[in-house]
């Protein structure tokens, strides 16, 4: 149907808002975006490190009711081929502060050479708006009581199913994944790639060894009587890394979680140079740590204080609040 | 002496190519960077999670010896108080691609919105230029011994100044940016926020204690005697930066790394929700952990096993080769 003049001097009216947004893209209903004229309602979640914002905004119809959108922006590595252009083409260089041999400033470039990535989820549901949103975190300290008065009365009253580990172990499941097993049901495990890894690239290389044993819940259950099993998981599971994916045992970091994501024993292996996430230090222990600590106290995950960050919805913090511990 | 009219000219032609440089830090030398006129020599390493690149540069002179210099360049995280006023005034917004309810767009911003922050060294040494050469990683487990051994007499063969670091105690340099203070010669510590910080948001809200005390130069000198220092550093920094800037201690990731970029005792505080470099397991040690730690044993840091990562062309890596320990 031809567009009558009034509905294009709109259409145009509104590129020129949006400043010249421009149409170049494929797929069906390719137009603009009116970016300009969304209402922010909420910041779903930010990263700093990340240099990205995730926003729940509003397209506002004439009729006054808004449509969700998610509208997701993310700050653009540099390009080592265009930086020698960028340094000449700055517009502005203003100094901060200066100490010494350092200093820092603020630096301004031209539009064209500091895009931003955008990403839009237009129209988005509720499900959409739930899935980007962040929780504030609250760390714990759990004191060897608040474990036996708080967290394992809660862990036991909840239904958490790990069937889906069962099937490894019983080779009902993911079978042809597995990269070694050590059989023996006390002192032996499964090693297999984490879900996380797509394994074309080994600089982000996630492995995952599962204790054949079951019952052992987490770090809080272990006593020097693991030793073995640990002591075997740590040689055995390098030995294989190498063996299959030529990294060393020195390129390797080895650690389990406290909290778990799953209360069965298992044991993370991370390319080093890979900053996975979950192995900043109030959440991941190293093995090796875990094997001295035994070796001097037996008792020592009994008695310690174990750090760690909860989200604030989740139901345990809220145990940790009727407890008055945080 | 006052300004001849030529070198007055010369002067401003600079600054009309430094594109406006600004002088508006204290410290000496504080002055404008030829940020346009260097020659990028290298780049040392980038990442395009963090949005990072750091570049090897130099300072040309009218002889055409260059005077090496570390250029870092970070792109800024998205501010929440902001982000309408910035998608009202992008420039551009241009379509990428569409998919049903997804598109991806190109958008450019004012430069005023999108600034760069820019940290340089200069003049450079090559220990400078080797310290953000990404090199591949090596895992050390240094023993007491080890420590004695190797770590010690390599730490004390080398030259690394910490002049800066006095500089900040003696409120020689950046005395305006001081959060807090204890002035206890013994047991108190300066707060204040890290260069990594650009303070405009408090998602990656990064601050250092810096203890009064000389001497200590690690986690390896910490005994029980250090503990009242240790428990001010914690309680009096939490309390500083929950009045400061709102965020509480339970939203707080407080730690100490082991190696330290550099040897006067430090302690980092990190928005919790912040994945900062360096908090990860194998360099990160929690404030709270190693004060349990000193309360059980004092000589525990001089008795343990620490874990950390070496680069393939630090000396200290080739020394545990050389003593047979990796």
Same mark, same amino acid.
């Given at each position: 149907?031809?567009?009558?003049?009034?509905?294009?001097?709109?259409?145009?009216?509104?590129?020129?808002?949006?400043?010249?947004?421009?149409?170049?893209?494929?797929?069906?209903?390719?137009?603009?975006? &009116?970016?300009?004229?969304?209402?922010?309602?909420?910041?779903?979640?930010?990263?700093?490190?990340?240099?990205?914002?995730? #926003?729940?905004?509003?397209?506002?119809?004439?009729?006054?009711?808004?449509?969700?959108?998610?509208?997701?922006?993310?700050?653009?590595?540099?390009?080592?081929?265009?930086?020698?252009?960028?340094?000449?083409?700055?517009?502005?260089?203003?100094?901060?502060?200066?100490?010494?041999?350092?200093?820092?400033?603020?630096?301004?470039? &031209? &539009?064209?050479?500091?895009?931003?990535?955008?990403?839009?989820?237009?129209?988005?549901?509720?499900?959409?708006? +739930?899935?980007?949103?962040?929780?504030?975190?609250?760390?714990?300290?759990?004191?060897?009581?608040?474990?036996?008065?708080?967290?394992?009365?809660?862990?036991?009253?909840?239904?958490?199913?790990?069937?889906?580990?069962?099937?490894?172990?019983?080779?009902?499941?993911?079978?042809?994944?597995?990269?070694?097993?050590?059989?023996?049901?006390?002192?032996?495990?499964?090693?297999?790639?984490?879900?996380?890894?797509?394994?074309? +690239?080994?600089?982000?290389?996630?492995?995952?060894?599962?204790?054949?044993?079951?019952?052992?819940?987490?770090?809080?259950? #272990?006593?020097?009587?693991?030793?073995?099993?640990?002591?075997?998981?740590?040689?055995?599971?390098?030995?294989?890394?190498?063996?299959?994916?030529?990294?060393?045992?020195? +390129?390797?970091?080895?650690? #389990?979680?406290?909290?778990?994501?799953?209360?069965?024993?298992?044991?993370?292996?991370?390319?080093?140079?890979?900053?996975?996430?979950?192995?900043?230090?109030?959440?991941?222990?190293?093995?090796?740590?875990?094997?001295?600590?035994?070796?001097?106290?037996?008792?020592?995950?009994?008695?310690?204080?174990?750090?760690?960050?909860?989200?604030?919805?989740?139901?345990?913090?809220?145990?940790?609040?009727?407890?008055?511990?945080?």
């Amino acid at each position: 149907m031809a567009e009558s003049p009034s509905a294009k001097r709109k259409r145009e009216a509104k590129d020129g808002e949006n400043g010249n947004a421009e149409s170049q893209g494929e797929g069906s209903g390719a137009g603009t975006f &009116p970016l300009a004229d969304i209402s922010v309602r909420k910041v779903l979640r930010e990263s700093a490190r990340d240099k990205t914002i995730f #926003l729940h905004g509003q397209v506002n119809s004439a009729s006054g009711d808004g449509t969700d959108a998610v509208v997701i922006l993310e700050k653009t590595p540099f390009q080592e081929e265009n930086i020698a252009e960028l340094l000449k083409k700055h517009t502005k260089l203003q100094l901060q502060m200066s100490n010494d041999i350092y200093s820092t400033y603020h630096l301004y470039l &031209p &539009p064209e050479l500091n895009e931003i990535k955008t990403t839009v989820v237009y129209p988005a549901t509720e499900k959409h708006l +739930q899935k980007y949103l962040r929780q504030e975190l609250c760390l714990i300290q759990e004191t060897g009581e608040d474990y036996k008065k708080i967290t394992l009365p809660f862990i036991e009253s909840q239904s958490f199913s790990i069937q889906w580990v069962y099937n490894i172990l019983e080779k009902k499941a993911e079978a042809d994944r597995i990269i070694y097993e050590n059989p023996d049901p006390a002192h032996g495990f499964v090693l297999i790639p984490d879900l996380k890894w797509n394994q074309k +690239q080994v600089d982000d290389l996630y492995l995952i060894a599962i204790c054949h044993c079951r019952g052992i819940k987490s770090l809080r259950d #272990l006593t020097a009587e693991h030793l073995p099993l640990l002591r075997n998981i740590s040689r055995e599971g390098k030995e294989a890394i190498v063996k299959r994916f030529g990294i060393g045992g020195a +390129q390797l970091r080895v650690y #389990l979680h406290y909290q778990p994501s799953y209360f069965h024993l298992h044991v993370h292996f991370t390319a080093l140079g890979y900053d996975a996430p979950g192995c900043t230090v109030e959440r991941a222990h190293l093995l090796s740590d875990v094997i001295d600590h035994l070796e001097r106290d037996s008792q020592y995950y009994q008695k310690c204080t174990l750090t760690f960050a909860l989200r604030a919805d989740e139901p345990l913090l809220k145990k940790f609040q009727e407890a008055g511990r945080v």
